[in-house]
C-alpha cells in the first residue's frame, strides 16, 4: 500500500469515523466540529455533515454552549434524523410534556428508542413514566429493569441508592429544563403518580422527603415509588 502524502489522501470513511470520535468526547463539539471543517469543502460537505458524525454529537454539551433557539432546534432536527441519543431524549420528553400535555398515557416510544440506544437520562425518565401509570405488573417490572440500566454502577446494588442515580438524575433535568419545559414554572401542573393499593410502611410517617438509601425502605417497590413521588413532586411544584 502506497504511504499517504497528507490528510485529504486518506479514504473519506477514516475522516467521517475520526470526525465522529471527536464530536461524541469533545468538551466544546460544536467549536472542534468547525475547526475540523476549516477551507476544505470535502471535510465541510462530505465529512462533518455525515450521518454517523451527527449521530455521534454530545449533543447535550452542544446545545448547552449555543445560545440561539433556533439554531439549538435546528440542531436538534438534524440530529434527529440521524438517531442521536440525545435528540431522541428530547424529542420523547417533548411528546409527554408539550404535545400529550403531561398525560399519564403518552406515547413513549421516542424514549423507548433513546433507552434501547443506552441512553440513562431516558432510561430513568421512561422508569419513572411508566410507574407512575400504574399500568400493569408487566409495566412495573420494566421500570424496575429500566432502573438498572441507570444505574451508574453494579445495577443490584447502586440502584436503589444516590450514588448510583444522581448523575443520571441531573442529567435528565438539566435536559428537561433547558429543552422540553423553559418556562416550567409558568406551566400546567405535571399529574403525580396513580396511588397504588399496596402502601408501604417504613416507619417514616407522613411519606418520604428526599433520596434516602436503601435501609429506609421496606421494599424495592416503595423505594421506587419513593423516587416517582419525588420526581413528580419537582415537576408539578409550580400553581
Known amino acids: 500500500m502506497a504511504p499517504v502524502s497528507s490528510l485529504t489522501d486518506l479514504p473519506e470513511e477514516i475522516h467521517i469515523d475520526v470526525a465522529a470520535r471527536v464530536v461524541a468526547s469533545s468538551s466544546f463539539p460544536m467549536a472542534d466540529l468547525r475547526r475540523l471543517r476549516g477551507p476544505c469543502s470535502v471535510m465541510r460537505d462530505r465529512v462533518c455533515g455525515a450521518p454517523l458524525v451527527r449521530r455521534s454529537l454530545n449533543l447535550r454539551r452542544a446545545l ?131 396511588p397504588r393499593a399496596d402502601v408501604h410502611q417504613c416507619g417514616m410517617s407522613g411519606g418520604h422527603d428526599g433520596w434516602y438509601q436503601w435501609s429506609y425502605f421496606c421494599s424495592v417497590e416503595c423505594r421506587i415509588q419513593s423516587l416517582c413521588e419525588d420526581i413528580f413532586r419537582i415537576l408539578g411544584d409550580h400553581p
Open 64 to 194: 448547552r454552549q449555543l445560545d440561539n433557539a433556533e439554531t439549538r432546534e435546528r440542531l436538534i432536527a438534524k440530529t434527529y434524523t440521524t438517531g442521536n441519543l440525545e435528540a431522541r431524549f428530547v424529542k420523547g420528553m417533548r411528546v409527554v410534556f408539550r404535545e400529550h400535555s403531561r398525560a399519564l398515557h403518552a406515547p413513549l416510544d421516542k424514549l423507548d428508542q433513546a433507552d434501547r440506544g443506552g441512553h440513562k437520562p431516558a432510561a430513568y425518565m421512561l422508569a419513572m413514566l411508566l410507574w407512575r401509570a400504574n399500568s400493569g405488573a408487566e409495566a412495573d417490572l420494566r421500570a424496575k429493569e429500566l432502573l438498572a440500566e441507570a444505574a451508574d454502577d453494579d445495577p443490584t446494588l447502586a440502584v436503589w441508592n444516590d450514588r448510583g442515580l444522581a448523575r443520571t438524575v441531573v442529567e435528565a433535568f438539566d435536559t428537561l429544563w433547558m429543552e422540553v419545559l423553559p418556562n416550567f414554572d409558568q406551566g400546567v401542573p405535571v399529574p403525580g403518580p396513580v
